[in-house]
């Protein structure tokens, strides 16, 4: 069974960092795009960066120039530095993961999410 385990997650001041873990584990043949997901009270969940297994990365306006997405494939780990981080950028963060399954082919999986808090 394929799991994605966050960490990282917390409070902290604007202007400060943070960065976000995600490690799959489980009957994992190979991960195509892995990629990070935030979710605001009252909000729709929105795509805040991505990257694939060539190392190709996308990000969403809002957080350009202030987080950087990287992944380790040794380890099926995806990572999220958060710098300069702002109030707006309080959320759920989700881990998500395409990927072949030993058991069930390829598939999408979530994580459970982590909470980010930011406070002015």
């Known amino acids: 069974q394929v799991q994605l385990v966050e960490s990282g997650g917390g409070l902290v001041q604007a202007g400060g960092s943070l960065r976000l873990s995600c490690a799959a584990s489980?009957?994992?043949?190979?991960?195509?795009?892995m990629g990070w997901y935030r979710q605001a009270p009252g909000k729709q969940r929105e795509l805040v960066a991505a990257i694939t297994s060539a190392g190709s990365t996308n990000y969403a306006e809002s957080v350009k120039g202030r987080f950087t997405i990287s992944r380790d494939n040794a380890k099926h780990t995806v990572y999220l530095q958060m710098i300069s981080l702002k109030p707006e950028d309080t959320a759920v963060y989700y881990c998500n993961a395409r990927l072949m399954s030993s058991r069930d082919g390829w598939g999408a999986y979530w994580g459970q999410g982590t909470q980010v808090t930011v406070s002015s």
């Open positions: 489980g009957s994992i043949r190979s991960i195509d795009v």
